[in-house]
T-cell receptor, first 114, second 114 residues
Framework: EAGVAQSPRYKIIEKRQSVAFWCNPISGHATLYWYQQILGQGPKLLIQFQNNGVVDDSQLPKDRFSAERLKGVDSTLKIQPAKLEDSAVYLC????????????FGPGTRLTVT | AQSVTQPDIHITVSEGASLELRCNYSYGATPYLFWYVQSPGQGLQLLLKYFSGDTLVQGIKGFEAEFKRSQSSFNLRKPSVHWSDAAEYFCAVGLITSYDKVIFGPGTSLSVIP
């Protein structure tokens, strides 16, 4: 079974530029999560999708972050414009509906904003 | 508000020694509890989980954890640590909501001395 795929693995941009991350969850997983993990901290949920719909985006900085999950499969997370404090690892995870909380994580995208 | 604390930011143990990583949570009900491990440059991997029943749970890689309701704790243990166990360990709480929300602790970094 293929795992959660993410790209790119690394990205360096200057502040005020835009960036996009892509995630392809495990086939058949209805729930998709994007987390932000700042160095030395645990993952913080940015947004959670159930199929196409958003079930939680309470911690997503909506003035600069956006995410979509078209067709209920893969997803993109965008930052525009980026700030220095956005430097972090962005993790994507997925889970089967009904498999409570058992999340499978991708390798993450390390973003550095200079 | 719900929270997860991991009192030890960093722990160093000798190979072959026993290990205990501490986790405390704050939540109004009995939560679902998890331990994840993150190796350098990798995503998170589920070690074990507690939903109900026996308060001592076994996980992968020889890890176990014990849920103590009176202490709001879910400590992770391993009787004999291997050099490959060096990683970041995250305790997490699954909240009983209409969707699968998980809150992660800040993590404990484990170093293993040969």
């Amino acid at each position: 079974e293929a795992g959660v795929a993410q790209s790119p693995r690394y990205k360096i941009i200057e502040k005020r530029q835009s960036v996009a991350f892509w995630c392809n969850p495990i086939s058949g997983h209805a729930t998709l999560y994007w987390y932000q993990q700042i160095l030395g901290q645990g993952p913080k949920l940015l947004i959670q999708f159930q199929n196409n719909g958003v079930v939680d985006d309470s911690q997503l900085p909506k003035d600069r972050f956006s995410a979509e999950r078209l067709k209920g499969v893969d997803s993109t997370l965008k930052i525009q414009p980026a700030k220095l404090e956005d430097s972090a690892v962005y993790l994507c995870a997925s889970s089967l509906k009904g498999q409570l909380y058992e999340q499978y994580f991708g390798p993450g995208t390390r973003l550095t904003v200079t | 508000a719900q929270s997860v604390t991991q009192p030890d930011i960093h722990i160093t143990v000798s190979e072959g020694a026993s290990l205990e990583l501490r986790c405390n949570y704050s939540y109004g009900a009995t939560p679902y509890l998890f331990w994840y491990v993150q190796s350098p440059g990798q995503g998170l991997q589920l070690l074990l989980k507690y939903f109900s029943g026996d308060t001592l749970v076994q996980g992968i890689k020889g890890f176990e954890a014990e849920f103590k309701r009176s202490q709001s704790s879910f400590n992770l243990r391993k009787p004999s640590v291997h050099w490959s166990d060096a990683a970041e360990y995250f305790c997490a709480v699954g909240l009983i909501t209409s969707y699968d929300k998980v809150i992660f602790g800040p993590g404990t970094s484990l170093s293993v001395i040969p």
